[in-house]
């Protein structure tokens, strides 16, 4: 069983950078890959990033491919997001995910566990 909770969200002007932070329980945290996701309002939750468990493989939407970074700690329990040159449409809220066994899991149902949101919201 793996707990998750996400911090780091907030207001933030476009062009400005926001690192989101997941914290999770466990001690088995290395041996799952991580991903983000989001949802905003009236849309369906979709896919941000995700990090294999030894971080050494990463996969981005292409949406947010180069402005944002998704890393973790393993020492930490904690898989970041480094997001940057944020724009108004990159409003939501954020998730964090976790599943174990697969390298660079990029759907919903891959994932077994979920935090309960971070806010982000970017003003033009």
């Known amino acids: 069983q793996v707990q998750l909770v996400e911090s780091g969200g907030g207001l933030v002007q476009a062009g400005g950078s926001l690192r989101l932070s997941c914290a999770a329980s466990g001690r088995t945290f290395s041996s799952y890959a991580m991903g983000w996701f989001r949802q905003a309002p009236g849309k369906e939750r979709e896919f941000v990033a995700a990090?294999?468990?030894?971080?050494?493989?990463?996969h981005y939407a292409v949406s947010v491919k180069d402005r944002f970074t998704i890393s973790r700690d393993n020492a930490k329990n904690t898989v970041y997001l480094q997001m940057n040159s944020l724009k108004p449409e990159d409003t939501a809220v954020y998730y964090c995910?976790?599943?174990?066994?697969?390298?660079?899991?990029?759907?919903?149902?891959?994932?077994?566990?979920w935090g309960q949101g971070t806010q982000v919201t970017v003003s033009s």
């Open positions: 990090i294999s468990w030894s971080g050494g493989s990463t």
């Open positions: 995910a976790a599943v174990s066994d697969i390298v660079v899991p990029t759907t919903r149902d891959q994932y077994d566990y």
